[in-house]
């Protein structure tokens, strides 16, 4: 009913051309898959290449090709063998009877000589093809002597040529056959096999020789189109390959066709140098060849006919479906085609990682749910309330078990002795183990028991203080497993949107880029574009060795920068040493802003290990940490616990982690690593080079200062050390850069360094106030002195300043404008 109201309700006159196209399109399917069920499962295109194999010859009298092809089906296709021996035995007679019944005898001798030796064959694969040789010597040298009563010495030759003939192609057999028999196949084909499938096809069409429809012979005409086929697939190189050999092949068969395999090979090569006009420009490249070898013929008529016969595979060729020539080019490397398929295989194999990276994603964050509910739960059911009758349980069972008046207690009086002991207990936790006059005497009017119980009442209270620290403890450490496991949990997530992003197709971009350089007068060998996003672009290109001019830098980058709009800087560069080698470069975008260090440090007594250790870094997505550790102590040891701290800590901030989960995760692994009083103090600047904005994680370490112009500003918190306790909070100051400003970190050593200073808060930012120059390293070295000389000389303990000067960062070369490039856009 609505199917009929639709058709109504369209538009007379207007004709819906895709139902016959639906339509269609589903015949031809069903067509197809009727005719595969046929030929391929059914195993009827054996029977066809049987026949046409038994009937083909070499030298006019050799027929190599019967037993190889049985022995591969024999070997790949058992149950298909009885349609193959049909098919060559009926080609055979086609030929005469005599060559069909030697042909019959000959598969017969090898299917009882392979069935006998059969239990002693570890690989019957590799013995096949000697089977093959052997049989056939054995069995043409016998014909010989059956047909004429004796062997000549040309009859042997004969016989051994074919009989090695049949070993290579039994080779090729069994390359090519499953190539022809298996519907769905996955893998892209190899050079050998497309070369042995073309030898088979050749091989096959020799059995059409002496076939002619109107005076045009079949086999120039399904030659030419095979030729024709593999030009338009896949190129000019297997395009003259397919030529050459179905040539030999031919003039091996025919003497007299020997110089149609010119005409073939140069076919194959112009149909495949003209493809890029599709199906017509093959064709014009047949024809061209077809016209300059055909003048070699005997006349005019010689050359009409093999027009035709030229026309006649151009027919065949042009009738063609596209989804066979796509479908085989799907299998041949180099092709369009092959490349859609192995980038769609490397898609889903994308997919396929990128899903199981977000299922670890997701069980890391059910893992950190199920901590952070743990804890809940627990803090619930574990109330005040349900604590002090734990608590009380514990005093009554030592206690008012065993007393006279429990009943006159807990039963009739429950309320008020629960809250007399209630009372007790707060006021000993409030009052450092002493409960006031007036509850003592209360309590002595209504306990008999009264001393005893304040007693029990104090040493359970030790233990109840000790069990909330535990448990208090068991909570910390499992918001922290919960914490990290989310931590990780982002990462992996994160990790899973990168694999997912695929490199998009920037070929029109990459060729104007090229254009333009070379335009320019600029050599480039290849440009490959990863990524041109604002902020952050991503090209690699290959040159040739520029020899040290620094062509990269001073001319490419600020072309580029041009180009994309934005300031594009050379990231790394790997320049030959050879001179005809290649120098490859990366170009990546310039961050906003760059950060410039200075650093002096000294250690204790002038000594040669200092227990301060420092890190610099820039890290992989767009930010800068500076770090300095304070060991406890001084030498060899706490120098180890410094530097052990800082890499621990850098390892995790690669991996993405946020900075807070990662400075827990160091003081986790800390504290719980030794149990030797070991700590260490932490201070951490990271910034983000793109907006210039900084955060400061400080763990028990000296404050840090800004200098921005004359004004000073102080950094500063107060977090104990590193591993003394296994949670705390960690405080994030944020504070936003400006360019020309001055980072000043420092350990303990240096800010308490002064001597017979009471505010080294002020000495610190007079000093700093003081200071004449901007250079971070003439900075730290200043204020490293300043201190050494406040102290007469003397290094009492580690020392470490950084310096950091936040900058604009200009490109060293101005942007150069590239006129080709902007004509195109």
Same mark, same amino acid.
């Given at each position: 009913?609505?199917?009929? =109201?639709?058709?109504?309700?369209?538009?007379?006159?207007? @004709?819906?051309?895709?139902?016959?196209?639906?339509?269609?399109?589903?015949?031809?399917?069903?067509?197809?898959?009727?005719?595969?069920?046929?030929?391929?499962?059914?195993?009827?295109?054996?029977?066809?290449?049987?026949?046409?194999?038994?009937?083909?010859?070499?030298?006019?009298?050799? +027929?190599?090709?019967?037993?190889?092809?049985?022995?591969?089906?024999?070997?790949?296709?058992?149950?298909?063998?009885?349609?193959?021996?049909?098919?060559?035995?009926?080609?055979?007679?086609?030929?005469?009877?005599?060559?069909?019944?030697?042909?019959? @005898?000959?598969?017969?001798?090898?299917?009882?000589?392979?069935?006998?030796?059969?239990?002693?064959?570890?690989?019957?694969?590799?013995?096949?093809?000697?089977?093959?040789?052997?049989?056939?010597?054995?069995?043409?040298?016998?014909?010989?002597?059956?047909?004429?009563?004796?062997?000549?010495?040309?009859?042997?030759?004969?016989?051994?040529?074919?009989?090695?003939?049949?070993?290579?192609?039994?080779?090729?057999?069994?390359?090519?056959?499953?190539?022809?028999?298996?519907?769905?196949?996955?893998?892209?084909?190899?050079?050998?096999?497309?070369?042995?499938?073309?030898?088979?096809?050749?091989?096959?069409?020799?059995?059409?020789?002496?076939?002619?429809?109107?005076?045009?012979?079949?086999?120039?005409?399904?030659?030419?189109?095979?030729?024709?086929?593999?030009?338009?697939?896949?190129?000019?190189?297997?395009?003259? +390959?397919?030529?050459?050999?179905?040539?030999?092949?031919?003039?091996?068969?025919?003497?007299?066709?020997?110089?149609?395999?010119?005409? #073939?090979?140069?076919?194959?090569? #112009?149909?495949?140098?003209?493809?890029?006009?599709?199906?017509?420009?093959?064709?014009?490249?047949?024809?061209?060849?077809?016209?300059?070898?055909?003048?070699?013929?005997?006349?005019?008529?010689?050359?009409?006919?093999?027009?035709?016969?030229?026309?006649?595979?151009?027919?065949?060729?042009?009738?063609?479906?596209?989804?066979?020539?796509?479908?085989?080019?799907?299998?041949?490397?180099?092709?369009?085609?092959?490349?859609?398929?192995?980038?769609?295989?490397?898609?889903?194999?994308?997919?396929?990682?990128?899903? /199981?990276?977000?299922?670890?994603?997701?069980?890391?964050?059910?893992?950190?749910?199920?901590?952070?509910?743990?804890?809940?739960?627990?803090?619930?059911?574990?109330?005040?309330?349900?604590?002090?009758?734990?608590?009380?349980?514990?005093?009554?069972?030592?206690t008012c078990q065993t007393c006279f008046k429990k009943e006159h207690c807990w039963t009739r009086n429950f309320n008020?002795?629960?809250?007399?002991?209630?009372?007790?207990?707060?006021?000993?936790?409030?009052?450092?183990?002493?409960?006031?006059?007036?509850?003592?005497?209360?309590?002595?009017?209504?306990?008999?028991?009264?001393?005893?119980?304040? =007693? @029990?009442?104090?040493?359970?209270?030790?233990?109840?203080?000790?069990?909330?620290?535990?448990?208090?403890?068991?909570?910390?450490?499992?918001?922290?497993?919960?914490?990290? #496991?989310?931590?990780?949990?982002?990462?992996?997530?994160?990790?899973?949107?990168?694999?997912?992003?695929?490199?998009?197709?920037?070929?029109?971009?990459?060729?104007?880029?090229?254009?333009?350089?070379?335009?320019?007068?600029?050599?480039?060998?290849?440009?490959?574009?990863?990524?041109?996003?604002?902020?952050?672009?991503?090209?690699?290109?290959?040159?040739?060795?520029?020899?040290?001019?620094?062509?990269?830098?001073?001319?490419?980058?600020?072309?580029?920068?041009?180009?994309?709009?934005?300031?594009?800087?050379?990231?790394?560069?790997?320049?030959?040493?050879?001179?005809?080698?290649?120098?490859?470069?990366?170009?990546?975008?310039?961050?906003? *802003? +760059?950060?410039?260090?200075? @650093?002096? *440090?000294?250690?204790?007594?002038?000594?040669?290990?200092?227990?301060?250790?420092?890190?610099?870094?820039?890290?992989?997505?767009?930010?800068?940490?500076?770090?300095?550790?304070?060991?406890?102590?001084?030498?060899?040891?706490?120098?180890?616990?410094?530097?052990?701290?800082?890499?621990?800590?850098?390892?995790?901030?690669?991996?993405?982690?946020?900075?807070?989960?990662?400075?827990?995760?160091?003081?986790?692994?800390?504290?719980? /690593?030794?149990?030797?009083?070991?700590?260490?103090?932490?201070?951490?600047?990271?910034?983000?080079?793109?907006?210039?904005?900084?955060?400061?994680?400080?763990?028990?370490?000296?404050?840090?200062?800004?200098?921005?112009?004359?004004?000073?500003?102080k950094i500063d918190s107060s977090n104990l050390p590193i591993g003394i306790l296994q949670d705390f909070e960690v405080?994030?100051?944020?504070?936003?850069?400006?360019?020309?400003?001055?980072?000043?970190?420092?350990?303990?050593?240096?800010?308490?360094?002064?001597?017979?200073?009471?505010?080294?808060?002020?000495?610190?930012?007079?000093?700093?106030?003081?200071?004449?120059?901007?250079?971070?390293?003439?900075?730290?070295?200043?204020?490293?002195?300043?201190?050494?000389?406040?102290r007469a000389g003397f290094i009492e303990d580690d020392m470490t300043v950084v310096v950091a000067k936040i900058k604009?960062?200009?490109?060293?070369?101005?942007?150069?404008?590239?006129?080709?490039?902007?004509?195109?856009?």
């Amino acid at each position: 009913m609505q199917k009929a =109201e639709r058709n109504l309700i369209e538009p007379i006159g207007e @004709v819906n051309f895709e139902r016959p196209k639906l339509e269609l399109a589903k015949i031809l399917h069903k067509f197809q898959v009727k005719l595969e069920y046929i030929f391929i499962k059914k195993g009827y295109l054996l029977l066809f290449i049987g026949f046409l194999l038994g009937r083909a010859l070499i030298l006019a009298k050799l +027929t190599p090709f019967s037993l190889p092809f049985f022995a591969a089906v024999y070997f790949l296709r058992r149950d298909r063998a009885p349609l193959a021996l049909i098919g060559l035995v009926g080609g055979a007679a086609t030929l005469s009877l005599k060559i069909a019944a030697v042909t019959f @005898v000959v598969v017969f001798l090898f299917l009882f000589c392979f069935r006998i030796s059969k239990k002693w064959l570890k690989n019957e694969m590799k013995a096949l093809p000697f089977y093959v040789f052997s049989i056939l010597l054995i069995g043409k040298t016998a014909e010989s002597f059956v047909f004429s009563g004796q062997v000549t010495l040309y009859d042997g030759m004969m016989s051994g040529i074919e009989a090695s003939l049949g070993f290579i192609l039994t080779l090729i057999f069994l390359q090519s056959i499953p190539l022809l028999t298996i519907t769905k196949r996955r893998q892209s084909l190899k050079t050998e096999e497309i070369v042995c499938l073309i030898i088979m096809l050749a091989s096959i069409m020799t059995g059409t020789i002496g076939w002619s429809v109107y005076d045009l012979s079949v086999e120039h005409i399904m030659s030419r189109y095979l030729v024709l086929l593999f030009s338009f697939v896949a190129g000019a190189t297997v395009g003259s +390959t397919v030529g050459v050999v179905t040539g030999l092949i031919f003039s091996l068969a025919n003497v007299s066709s020997f110089y149609h395999m010119s005409l #073939l090979a140069f076919a194959g090569l #112009l149909g495949g140098l003209l493809k890029e006009g599709k199906k017509t420009g093959v064709a014009i490249g047949l024809f061209i060849a077809t016209l300059l070898i055909g003048m070699y013929g005997e006349g005019s008529g010689t050359l009409t006919k093999t027009l035709l016969e030229s026309t006649s595979a151009v027919l065949l060729f042009f009738l063609t479906p596209t989804i066979l020539t796509s479908k085989l080019a799907v299998y041949i490397p180099g092709t369009p085609e092959y490349a859609a398929e192995q980038q769609q295989y490397m898609r889903k194999m994308r997919d396929v990682t990128a899903q /199981r990276v977000a299922q670890f994603s997701n069980v890391f964050q059910a893992l950190s749910k199920s901590f952070t509910s743990l804890d809940q739960v627990e803090a619930d059911e574990d109330s005040n309330d349900r604590e002090l009758d734990y608590f009380l349980s514990n005093v009554t069972e030592k206690t008012c078990q065993t007393c006279f008046k429990k009943e006159h207690c807990w039963t009739r009086n429950f309320n008020t002795t629960y809250d007399y002991m209630k009372e007790i207990m707060h006021e000993i936790e409030e009052g450092s183990g002493a409960v006031s006059q007036k509850l003592y005497r209360d309590w002595e009017k209504h306990c008999t028991r009264s001393k005893k119980v304040l =007693e @029990v009442i104090q040493q359970e209270l030790t233990f109840y203080h000790a069990n909330q620290r535990l448990k208090k403890q068991v909570q910390e450490s499992r918001k922290l497993v919960a914490d990290q #496991l989310l931590g990780v949990s982002e990462v992996m997530e994160d990790f899973a949107k990168e694999i997912q992003r695929e490199r998009e197709n920037h070929y029109k971009q990459e060729e104007h880029i090229l254009e333009a350089l070379q335009s320019f007068g600029i050599q480039i060998e290849h440009v490959e574009i990863y990524n041109l996003e604002q902020g952050n672009v991503d090209i690699e290109m290959t040159i040739p060795n520029c020899r040290g001019h620094g062509e990269c830098e001073k001319l490419i980058a600020p072309m580029l920068s041009d180009i994309l709009g934005e300031t594009i800087v050379v990231n790394t560069e790997e320049c030959s040493t050879v001179p005809n080698e290649f120098c490859y470069v990366t170009f990546r975008s310039a961050k906003a *802003y +760059t950060v410039e260090t200075g @650093v002096a *440090y000294a250690a204790k007594d002038g000594g040669l290990v200092s227990g301060d250790s420092y890190s610099t870094i820039e890290l992989g997505f767009g930010k800068y940490a500076i770090a300095i550790s304070d060991g406890m102590g001084n030498g060899e040891r706490a120098h180890y616990e410094s530097k052990e701290t800082l890499q621990l800590l850098q390892k995790i901030l690669q991996s993405g982690i946020e900075e807070k989960v990662a400075i827990k995760s160091v003081n986790s692994v800390l504290s719980l /690593r030794t149990t030797d009083e070991i700590f260490s103090t932490l201070d951490l600047a990271m910034i983000d080079l793109q907006n210039a904005s900084a955060k400061f994680l400080k763990i028990g370490s000296a404050p840090s200062f800004i200098k921005r112009d004359s004004k000073i500003i102080k950094i500063d918190s107060s977090n104990l050390p590193i591993g003394i306790l296994q949670d705390f909070e960690v405080d994030v100051v944020s504070e936003q850069l400006k360019a020309g400003d001055l980072l000043i970190m420092m350990s303990d050593g240096v800010f308490e360094g002064p001597k017979h200073v009471e505010n080294y808060d002020f000495w610190m930012k007079r000093k700093i106030q003081e200071l004449q120059t901007d250079d971070p390293q003439q900075i730290a070295d200043l204020i490293m002195e300043e201190v050494i000389r406040s102290r007469a000389g003397f290094i009492e303990d580690d020392m470490t300043v950084v310096v950091a000067k936040i900058k604009h960062n200009t490109p060293k070369w101005a942007s150069i404008p590239v006129q080709a490039y902007k004509e195109r856009a």
